[in-house]
């Protein structure tokens, strides 16, 4: 079995690594590719990613190459982990916006726009060379916007899942403190990409009995802690919403908190610089603890469980991903791409049915969705109207001063990344 990983020299990766070694029974990989066009960066990560396989007697090989054709060719599946201009781009797209007053961060809101139009070109160039090469591959999106960018490669008929670590995060979470296997806990997990929430926690499946109200009642100052948000609209609603709901909930106060301090960027880009110091090491032969403050927690079981399915070889039954709407979520159109629990097989995903949503969450659903056809269209298109119709759209911008002030800085902080500006 051949992996492809582009945008393989991530600090990322170890993580990625030790997954694939420690779970090589769920996914025999026997040729592990990664691929970056930073050539000093994919010799240090190379380098630690072979060292690790050894620690852990994995005896897959892994190489290393900036030829993506080369790298693709041949692959059962290519996960794609990309940041298009890097933490500089990033550093921006945390800044800018909060010059109008908006929230400023990588995925949501004009940040996240930002971050679309400059990813969704690579990312379906990328899609078209694999089709080319090995138009059998599976394509595993983890590159943000997931949502996004997972639509536009179905769009364009690729093979593909969108993959993100909120739900398997929650559900790592919850089993520890239930006292149960990760694996005995499934998530009625509903909404968008980092537009979701846990409607139910249900032990041995997704028939399984509802353990949330317990959870709540339990460890309620917990989870609230973790999320950032007050224990009483926790209980006030009843269910777990990701950590990016607070970015909705409260955004004038993580606007000032933004304001006061130095940008995620900023702290990433110091922990990448002391990370890949670590990983020039020749005696580092297992990820750093550092690694764990990078983020992304639990990606790497997520990735090998949804590769596995995928190829046939096992991983989980359900699995939460993203992918097609189907009629899942009836107030959305078929071809939006939603996060849920789905079916997962040689064939792809199939959303699994969901109780009806409330209009509390529907609302803000079917609002960013419609932002997120927008934000495509402006991607794929280009253009200052469509880019201020997003924006104009998006439920934390909603004012045409706030959206024409953001669109002139979107295009002047990234007219390098657009064809069109």
């Given amino acids: 079995m051949k992996l492809t990983v582009v945008g393989g020299g991530s600090t990322y990766t170890p993580e990625l690594i030790d997954g694939f070694a420690r779970l090589r029974d769920t996914l025999p990989i026997t040729e592990l590719v990664l691929v970056d066009p930073a050539a000093d960066r994919l010799d240090l990560v190379g380098g630690l990613a072979r060292r690790i396989f050894a620690k852990q007697g994995h005896d897959g090989r892994i190489t290393t190459t900036s030829d993506l054709d080369a790298g693709v060719e041949g692959a059962d599946a290519v996960l794609l982990q990309l940041r298009v201009g890097g933490q500089a781009a990033r550093e921006k797209d945390e800044t800018w916006p909060l010059e109008c007053g908006c929230v400023g961060q990588e995925t949501t809101g004009a940040g996240g726009l930002a971050k679309a139009l400059r990813t969704v070109p690579v990312v379906l160039d990328i899609a078209e060379r694999v089709r080319r090469t090995n138009p059998d591959a599976w394509i595993i999106d983890f590159t943000n916007p997931v949502g996004i960018v997972t639509r536009a490669l179905l769009q364009a008929g690729h093979k593909s899942v969108g993959l993100c670590n ?137 990735a090998v469980d949804l590769a596995a399915a995928l190829l046939g070889g096992g991983g989980s039954p359900y699995q939460v991903v993203n992918t097609y709407n189907r009629g899942t979520l009836p107030f959305l159109p078929d071809d939006a791409v939603i996060e849920t629990q789905a079916a997962v097989g040689p064939e792809g995903a199939v959303p699994l049915a969901v109780a009806p949503v409330d209009p509390l969450y529907a609302g803000l659903v079917a609002n960013v969705t419609a932002y997120e056809d927008l934000a495509l269209e402006a991607a794929l298109r280009g253009g200052r109207d469509r880019v201020f119709k997003a924006l104009l759209a998006h439920p934390l911008i909603g004012q045409y001063a706030y959206a024409d002030g953001l669109t002139d800085r979107l295009i002047a902080h990234n007219r390098e990344h657009l064809a069109w500006a």
Wanted: charge should be negative; avoid cysteine.
């Fill in 166 to 302: 909120v739900a398997i995060g929650f559900q790592r979470k919850f089993a520890a403190l239930l006292g149960v296997a990760p694996s005995d806990v499934h998530l009625d997990h509903v909404g968008l990409n980092h537009l979701t929430w846990e409607r139910a926690v249900r032990i041995g499946g997704p028939e399984g009995e509802n353990v949330l109200p317990r959870l709540l009642a339990e460890h309620g100052d917990a989870i609230a802690d973790d999320l950032r948000l007050p224990r009483p609209v926790l209980d006030r609603l009843g269910v777990v919403p990701s950590y990016y709901l607070r970015y909705f909930y409260a955004h004038d106060e993580v606007v000032r908190e933004l304001g006061e301090k130095p940008s995620r960027a900023a702290e990433v880009a110091a922990m990448e610089k002391e990370l890949l110091e670590m990983y020039g090491d020749p005696a580092l032969d297992e990820k750093p603890a550092l690694l764990a403050k990078r983020g992304g927690a639990f990606y790497s079981e997520a």
